[in-house]
Nanobody, 123 residues
Framework: QVQLVESGGGLVQAGGSLRLSCAAS????????MAWFRQAPGKEREFVST????????YYADSVKGRFTISRDNAEKMVYLQMNSLKPEDTAVYYC????????????????WGQGTTVTVSS
């Protein structure tokens, strides 16, 4: 059974940083692309970032480019999202997702999802 478990969310002031983690199990992690999505209250879930199986190729939404960094550790079956210079508009539930294909930005392209971790950025 595939499990993705996010952690690291919390309350932070604007301009601050958080590091989200996602622990994966039940899938051949090193062959899957991993991604982070987020969903703000009253809004649709949106793409944030994705990393390919090796960690060598990454994509970011324009809204987070230059502030967020995605990375992965295949030995530990972990994926991370380092979030710097946080803004109130980054407030959302952040979800970890897995796909066998790389470079995908649509919610429907990801087969596996975690339960989410909440990030709140105060102004």
């Amino acid at each position: 059974q595939v499990q993705l478990v996010e952690s690291g969310g919390g309350l932070v002031q604007a301009g601050g940083s958080l590091r989200l983690s996602c622990a994966a199990s039940g899938l051949p992690f090193s062959t899957y692309s991993m991604a982070w999505f987020r969903q703000a209250p009253g809004k649709e879930r949106e793409f944030v970032s994705t990393v390919n199986w090796s960690g060598g190729i990454t994509y970011y939404a324009d809204s987070v480019k230059g502030r967020f960094t995605i990375s992965r550790d295949n030995a530990e079956k972990m994926v991370y999202l380092q979030m710097n210079s946080l803004k109130p508009e980054d407030t959302a539930v952040y979800y970890c997702a897995a796909s066998y294909q790389s470079g995908l930005t649509r919610v429907s392209s990801y087969a596996y999802w975690g339960q989410g971790t909440t990030v709140t950025v105060s102004s």
